[in-house]
């Protein structure tokens, strides 16, 4: 992500449960509660690209 988007910032917050989701500022994007399943890096950068 870092090489295709230099100046995207990437935080990782921890949780717990098995969740994991991604947000564009402030808006989420990916879940993987929502989807039961996780991404793919082409799947948020589609999404990221809009």
Do not use: N, W
């Amino acid at each position: 992500m870092k090489q295709e988007y230099p100046d995207l910032q990437i935080d990782l917050v921890r949780s717990a449960g098995g969740v994991f989701e991604v947000e564009l500022d402030g808006d989420l994007i990916y879940s993987k509660k929502a989807t039961g399943r996780h991404c793919t890096p082409e799947e948020i950068i589609a999404r990221i690209d809009g």
